[in-house]
């Protein structure tokens, strides 16, 4: 059974030789099966020793084969489902209801398995059914997340529905997001994805008032518009509550009713051109390498701060490339390989999150991890933009750790280095209205038990207290071009939950560095600690 485990991965499972080692496995233990079966053997079987050794072998194989058995129809049934190619349209629909039927099936008989007695068993037989329950248990899991998945997915895919699209630009942070820069909405029916003609930059749909916000929220970044204006969501890291603000305010303004929220930013949006081709923009093709330098630096060469009909132009091509990559991502012929490990990518980087109030959806975005919430491990820094320049791709930070131990206890002292390098010469629009000094927050999301939380070396700061499971500090700052900004994050932590955090990416463009001890990574996507892998 240890060969046969259901973590394989998928170049393996789709072009490797696991087919053949599943029907191999499977006749090896349909054979053990057979001979155990033997009427031979029927006094045996009801021994008080020798018997129950018999009784709990024999279940052990008969459930192997089931198991093998039926793992072997479904994978027949995922190859011949891909060698058709990809369907498009409703087909898709009916290819994943098909697909579903098949993961059913293995879904009971593993929930129907029995694997006999486990009492006074020998060693060697002991060890073998503890194993056989454990790789059993992990199946069970895997097969109810990847059930709870397409089941989501099918929902949506079928329709009818009708989710938000947020297009964010990173070249405008937020914390754990680029900044929310053109709204509108996608329509999914059938298989058929199309993207409203209602999007809209966000600066044009902001609220007179401001609606009610969590109160936590309100505590942390209440000075902020947050409530009425788009851009100023994504100041907490926590998508969901993000999306739930979102929703509210897109009713508020009199918008369509939605069945949840879509977030894609630069690297979002190149995700889905690597998955479904390039598109045309202003006469030229855009495909996944040209967006980012296209979104991040090249569409504000031509554009004069205060010159409104050159700078609505430039606003419509994050919109347009967003909807025109969602639709071709909702037609076109799809590589299965690609698309997996781009939607990878894509969710590790917290470049496309989705949420939604309908709790079957909702199961199935937690379950493929692009939700975007946080949890009471979770540890993400961030520099948040406020100064209206378009300034952070070319504005670096960095992490440095060192970690000392008290008792029970790990003090975690953290330099966070910011240095803006932005060139000389830089588009008005680009450089922004502090001529290219980069104003904003440096906000951190800490576990839920980090106390003696100490945030100093910038401007004071801004807020401090809790967001859900994390603990949140932050702190404003200016860095003018050419110069260096240092600060220090000290947080004392306990040793046994250290060992469970997990460093979540910040979504910025270029990625956070960081290095504990001897390892070093970029945050673009969620590393443990301390890191497996430098």
């Not at 060698?83 to 009971?108: C, K, N, Y």
């Not at 003696?452 to 949140?472: A, H, I, N, Q, W």
Request: charged residues 25%; proline residues 5%.
């Amino acid at each position: 059974m240890r060969a046969i485990e259901m973590g394989v991965g998928v170049g393996e499972l789709l072009d490797g030789d696991i087919d053949q080692r599943l029907l191999a496995a499977h006749d090896d233990f349909a054979t053990a099966d057979r001979l155990l079966s033997n009427a031979v053997l029927e006094p045996v079987r009801w021994l008080p020793v020798a018997g129950r050794q018999l009784r709990s072998a024999a279940a052990l194989s008969e459930t192997a084969r089931k198991v093998l058995g039926a793992s072997t129809d479904a994978l027949g049934t995922l190859r011949s489902e891909l060698d058709q190619g990809s369907p498009t349209g409703a087909e898709r629909v009916r290819a994943l209801e098909r697909l579903l039927l098949e993961l059913r099936a293995v879904d009971d008989v593993l929930q129907a398995v029995d694997l006999g007695p486990d009492d006074a068993l020998v060693t060697p037989l002991h060890q073998a059914r503890v194993e056989v329950l454990e790789q059993l248990t992990e199946a069970r899991v895997r097969i109810e997340d990847v059930l709870t998945v397409a089941d989501g997915l099918h929902s949506l895919l079928q329709g009818p529905t009708t989710y938000l699209v947020v297009a964010a630009n990173n070249a405008e942070m937020r914390v754990g997001s680029g900044m929310f820069l053109s709204i509108g909405t996608m329509d999914v029916d059938e298989g058929e994805v199309r993207v409203g003609t209602d999007f809209t930059p966000a600066g044009e749909i902001v609220l007179a008032e401001r609606l009610p916000i969590p109160r936590q929220i309100d505590r942390l970044w209440g000075w902020t518009t947050i409530g009425s204006d788009y851009r100023d969501l994504g100041l907490s890291a926590r998508f969901p509550v993000n999306a739930a603000i979102a929703s509210d305010m897109w009713s508020a303004s009199g918008g369509a009713e939605i069945d949840g929220v879509l977030m894609i930013d630069v690297d979002g949006i190149a995700a889905l051109l690597r998955i479904g081709g390039p598109v045309e923009i202003d006469g030229r093709q855009i495909g996944a390498d040209e967006v980012v330098p296209y979104l991040l630096e090249e569409q504000y060469e031509l554009v004069e701060r205060g010159d409104e009909a050159t700078n609505a132009e430039r606003r419509d091509r994050l919109r347009t490339l967003a909807s025109a990559a969602l639709e071709l991502f909702g037609t076109s012929e799809l590589d299965f390989r690609e698309l997996l490990e781009q939607l990878r990518e894509a969710r590790d980087g917290r470049h496309l999150m989705a949420w939604s109030p309908q709790e079957g959806a909702m199961a199935a975005w937690q379950t493929l991890g692009v939700d975007g919430d946080l949890d009471q491990r979770s540890l993400l820094v961030g520099l948040a933009n406020f100064d209206g320049s378009k300034l952070d791709p070319f504005v670096d930070m960095a992490v440095e750790v060192e970690q000392r131990q008290e008792g029970d206890v790990a003090v975690i002292d953290m330099a966070i280095t910011i240095t803006n390098g932005a060139p000389d010469g830089l588009p008005p629009y680009a450089a922004g209205p502090e001529r290219e000094t980069y104003t904003g927050v440096v906000a951190a999301h800490l576990p839920g038990s980090a106390t003696d939380v100490e945030l100093s070396g910038f401007d004071g700061l801004t807020g401090y207290g809790r967001d859900g499971p994390s603990v949140v500090i932050s702190a404003p700052t200016e860095v003018p071009r050419g110069t260096t900004r240092q600060g220090n994050l000290r947080f004392r932590i306990p040793l046994d939950v250290l060992d469970d955090v997990t460093v979540v990416s910040s979504a910025r463009i270029p990625a956070v560095a960081w290095r504990v001890g001897g390892a070093r990574w970029a945050d673009d996507s969620p590393r443990e600690w301390p890191p497996h892998d430098s």
